[in-house]
């Protein structure tokens, strides 16, 4: 199993881009988006425990992509860490943590996702540096 790293700079406070993770209005501009793709579902239940589904209509894809998770840690505004999983790809849960470290008016989001398994390695780095990117547009 691979673990990956994907970090990016912010031109925003860290209480801003840590937020839109976990609000739907947001996160269905950027989160599990494709180029081509319209979230078609956002249902966010921010809080541990608390569980996430995102829909993706891809027509490329030949429908919805469906990704799901729970949140395990939600400490405003240093770090979130949830599970993540696409079962219609691979139902294997993953990790995801993210940490949010404020730089004067600015943030860096290191992005740690743990559990992928080696043929979607390279993929899921490619995914999460196209969201991460698709954030700070959204933000902006």
């Not at 937020?19 to 209005?25: E, F, G, N, Q, S």
């Not at 541990?48 to 027509?59: A, N, S, W, Y």
């Given at each position: 199993m691979a673990e990956l790293t994907v970090t990016h700079r912010y031109p925003f406070a860290a209480e801003k881009v840590f937020?839109?993770?976990?609000?739907?209005?947001i996160a269905?501009?950027?989160?599990?988006?494709?180029?081509?793709g319209e979230i078609v579902r956002?249902?966010?239940?921010?809080?541990?425990?608390?569980?996430?589904?995102?829909?993706?209509?891809?027509?490329d894809m030949g429908g919805d992509v469906v990704h799901v998770g729970e949140y395990l840690e939600i400490d405003r505004p240093r770090r979130l860490v949830f599970t993540f999983a696409v079962p219609q790809f691979d139902a294997a849960d993953t990790t995801v943590a993210l940490t949010f470290a404020a730089d004067g008016d600015s943030c860096?989001?290191?992005?740690?996702?743990?559990g992928v398994?080696?043929?979607?390695?390279?993929?899921?780095?490619?995914?999460?540096?196209?969201?991460?990117?698709?954030?700070?547009?959204?933000?902006?």
């Open positions: 937020d839109a993770w976990l609000d739907p209005k269905s501009r950027f989160l599990f988006t494709a180029p081509g956002c249902d966010i239940d921010a809080r541990p425990g608390g569980r996430f589904t995102i829909v993706d209509r891809r027509e860096v989001v290191t992005l740690h996702h743990t398994s080696e043929e979607w390695a390279k993929s899921t780095v490619e995914g999460w540096t196209m969201i991460l990117a698709g954030l700070d547009a959204s933000l902006g």
